[in-house]
């Protein structure tokens, strides 16, 4: 018999969330290359629940997560994940056009000074969305990980996959430090690392792409900023919220193409961030505090990938998770482990059709 009935790669939000849904019903367990599970992308994130980003299908899932993260059950968490907050999305033209689903309204010049003191003239009005809240990535992904583990999972730290072969109806996988560990179904969940780990199991890459985003922690001149909406704009050339009440979040939305790695933020991308601020209000920098960066994996339609692989036995692949990993967690939690399970059983999605997110999208269809 196999070690185990699933092996996630990866202890991400994807990887522990799906193994949190699992773990009743499979034996199963995550295996992390790092010494801890939050150190790459779920680590690095701006903490922000957004159900405009992402486009249509992404907004879905963000709506469908809203009610567990706003309110999750008592023995998942005692304390709701979200804070809210707003958004303001400015322009100096046009408004931007968002999912239909998402509720907001127009702000004009006058309410816009009211909200954002100090903005610049040349923003004209924006759109403000109510529902932004900030989500506690922290506490989300150690409550996924404390369930899994309370559902007998086993985590593995420091403990990557170098290679795996499918045999015998299972799979067979070496570690670095040359153990191996044997199990039914492979899940990835490698983050920027999904292709590789595809290729050392020899199943076929589906080209998902990793891109580096910075953020800095600018300390201010002023105070009062902690409550501030999301501020971004319709050009995506930037966004900031308040963080402390002298300090902000501020990212110049860069997406710079990556190979998987430990990401560190660039001068040049500090520098035009703090440029593009500058733009947008009259707000003295008295320092930049921290600079951070990670790397964002995004599938070629940008959407996420939940789903067995048409063409590898056993193979499932929990990838893609762009920018909206964090926000999209429970329902894609859910998602994901129905398939992998075989059962539609959550009210919460079952409005959400998964062949949108499966990797069977990606296989050309036959010439006629
Ligand atoms: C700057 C920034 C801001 C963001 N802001 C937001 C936000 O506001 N809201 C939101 O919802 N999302 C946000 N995101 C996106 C979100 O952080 C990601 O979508 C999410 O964290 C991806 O989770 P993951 O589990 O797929 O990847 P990761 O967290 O990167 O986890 C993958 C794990 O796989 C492990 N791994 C890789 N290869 C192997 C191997 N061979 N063997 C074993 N383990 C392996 C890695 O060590 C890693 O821990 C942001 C991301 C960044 C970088």
């Given at each position: 018999m196999a070690d185990y009935d699933v092996l996630i790669v990866g202890g991400g939000i994807a990887g522990a969330s799906l193994g949190a849904g699992i773990a009743t019903e499979r034996r199963t367990a995550i295996i992390e290359a790092?010494?801890?599970?939050?150190?790459?992308a779920t680590g690095r994130s701006a903490a922000f629940w957004l159900e405009?980003?992402?486009g249509p299908q992404v907004a879905l899932l963000s709506a469908a997560s809203r009610d567990f993260l706003n309110e999750p059950t008592a023995a998942f968490?005692?304390?709701?994940f979200l804070r809210m907050r707003g958004a303001l999305h400015l322009t100096r033209g046009e408004l931007p056009t968002l999912p239909d689903i998402v509720e907001t309204r127009v702000v004009e010049r006058i309410e816009l000074e009211r909200l954002l003191?100090?903005?610049?003239?040349?923003?004209r009005r924006a759109l403000f969305e109510a529902g932004c809240s900030d989500i506690d990535v922290a506490g989300l992904h150690a409550a996924y990980l404390k369930q899994f583990g309370r559902r007998g999972g086993t985590i593995r730290i420091e403990?990557?996959?170098e290679s795996a072969i499918y045999s015998g109806g299972e799979w067979k996988v070496r570690l670095k430090d040359r153990s191996t560990v044997s199990a039914q179904v492979l899940v990835n969940?490698?983050?920027?690392w999904a292709d590789p780990v595809a290729m050392a199991c020899g199943v076929a890459p589906l080209g998902i792409a990793p891109k580096r985003r910075t953020v800095v922690q600018l300390r201010i001149?002023?105070?009062?900023?902690?409550?501030l909406p999301l501020v971004d704009d319709s050009d995506g050339t930037f966004y900031f919220k308040g963080e402390g009440d002298r300090t902000v979040w501020l990212s110049p939305h860069d997406e710079i193409d990556s190979d998987p790695c430990d990401a560190a933020p660039e001068e040049i991308d500090v520098a035009t961030a703090i440029h593009r601020f500058e733009r947008v209000v009259d707000w003295p920098i008295e320092a930049v505090e921290r600079r951070w960066a990670g790397l964002r994996s995004f599938a070629p339609d940008r959407l996420p990938v939940y789903g067995f692989?048409?063409?590898?036995?056993s193979f499932f692949w929990c990838v893609g998770?762009?920018?909206?990993g964090i926000q999209t967690a429970p329902a894609a939690s859910r998602l994901a482990t129905s398939v992998l399970l075989g059962k539609r059983s959550y009210q919460s999605i079952e409005?959400?059709?998964?062949a949108i997110f499966?990797?069977?999208?990606f296989v050309a269809a036959p010439a006629h």
């Open positions: 790092e010494s801890h599970c939050g150190f790459h405009s980003y992402g968490s005692e304390r709701s003191p100090g903005v610049r003239p040349e923003w403990a990557r996959l969940a490698a983050g920027a001149g002023r105070t009062g900023l902690r409550d692989d048409p063409d590898a036995p998770l762009g920018g909206f409005k959400i059709d998964p499966s990797p069977a999208r």
